[in-house]
C-alpha cells in the first residue's frame, strides 16, 4: 500500500480520519493525497454588472489551500514533519463525493482509500446506506472506514473474517496489512461448522507467510445464521483496532433486497473496517 487517498470536508469525521490516514502514510512510507471534492457551477445566464464570479480554476485553488492549511495543522498536531512530495493536497471538481472520490483514486492509482464514516438508520441504511458505503460499491482498491470518534492509534490488534473459502490468498493481504505494524491478526468464522484443524491451518499460514503473530478465534452467534450478531459479538469480546472483511460486488437487485455484511459493520462497529472486494476464483 505505497499510495493513499484520503477525502476531507472538515467535518470533525473526516479530520479523524485525516488524523489516522497521515500517521498510517508515515508508518508505511506511503504516498498519500488529501482531497476535497467540490461541485463547481458555472452561471449559464447573464450577470448584473459588478458581481464578481469565481472561476472554476480559482475556486478550487482557494479549495486547495484551504486543504493545505488544516493538513499542515494535522501534522503539527501529530508531531510529523510533512514531506510536500509524499503529502499532497488538491481540491476536485466532481458532481458527487463519491465519484469523485473513486476516480481519482483510479487517477492516482490508489493502493488504498481511507475515509471517515457515520451512520444511518432504519430503512435509509438499507436503500441509501452512507457515502463510505457507496464509495465501497465503485473504489478501485481497498477502503479502510474510519467511525465517528475513532481517535488515530498505533495498531495492535487486527481481526479478520474469513467464509474459509479463499482464507489462503485472502490470510496473506489481512498480513500484508497487519505486517505494516507489526499487529497480532486473529481470523476468525462464524458459525457451527468450525475448522477442525485451525490450529494447523494457523501454522501453515505462519511459515508460508513469515509472520509468526496470527491466532484463530471460533465464533458461535447464539442463533445460526445470524452473521451480524456474530461480527458484533467478535468486536464486543475482543476489541479489534481494525477489522478486515472481504466483500462480492453485488447486482442492483440485490442492493435493493439485502444489506451486505461489510455494509452492515459500516454502519455499526466502533472500530475501522477495513474492506477487500473478493476476487473471482
Not at 10 to 32: M, V
Not at 75 to 99: F, G, M, N, Q
Not at 209 to 230: A, C, L, M, R
Not at 250 to 274: C, G, P, Y
Request: a positive charge.
Amino acid at each position: 500500500m505505497k499510495k493513499i487517498i484520503c477525502p476531507v470536508d472538515f467535518s470533525d469525521n473526516s479530520l479523524d480520519a485525516a488524523r489516522f490516514a497521515l500517521r498510517f502514510a508515515a508508518i508505511s512510507e506511503a504516498k498519500i493525497k488529501f482531497i476535497y471534492v467540490s461541485s463547481v457551477l458555472i452561471p449559464t445566464g447573464g450577470m448584473s454588472y459588478g458581481v464578481g464570479v469565481e472561476s472554476p480554476s480559482y475556486h478550487l485553488k482557494l479549495r486547495t489551500e484551504e486543504l493545505e492549511e488544516q493538513i499542515d495543522i494535522l501534522y503539527k498536531e501529530a508531531k510529523i514533519k510533512r514531506d510536500p512530495k509524499t503529502s499532497i493536497c488538491e481540491a476536485v471538481d466532481y458532481a458527487s463525493l463519491v465519484h469523485g472520490v473513486t476516480e481519482t483514486a483510479k487517477k492516482f492509482k490508489a493502493d488504498l482509500i481511507i475515509m471517515g464514516t457515520k451512520g444511518a438508520a432504519g430503512l435509509r441504511r438499507i436503500f441509501m446506506g452512507s457515502v463510505t458505503a457507496s464509495v465501497l460499491e465503485e473504489a478501485p482498491c481497498p477502503v479502510l472506514a474510519v467511525p465517528v470518534n475513532f481517535k488515530a492509534k498505533f495498531i495492535k490488534k487486527i481481526g479478520m473474517a474469513t467464509e474459509l473459502k479463499q482464507i489462503k490468498r485472502e490470510a496473506k493481504k489481512a498480513i500484508d496489512f497487519a505486517r505494516i505494524f507489526d499487529a497480532h491478526l486473529d481470523l476468525f468464522h462464524i458459525g457451527s461448522n468450525q475448522p477442525e484443524d485451525a490450529d494447523k491451518m494457523i501454522e501453515e499460514l505462519k511459515t508460508k507467510n513469515g509472520y509468526d503473530k496470527i491466532s484463530y478465534t471460533e465464533v458461535k452467534p447464539k442463533y445460526e445464521g445470524d452473521i451480524t450478531g456474530g461480527l458484533n459479538q467478535y468486536t464486543a469480546s475482543k476489541k479489534p483496532d481494525v477489522l478486515i472483511m472481504f466483500y462480492t460486488k453485488r447486482n442492483w437487485f440485490n442492493k435493493l433486497t439485502q444489506i451486505s455484511r461489510t455494509k452492515e459493520m459500516l454502519f455499526h462497529a466502533d472500530t475501522a473496517v477495513l474492506s477487500f472486494r473478493r476476487e473471482k476464483k
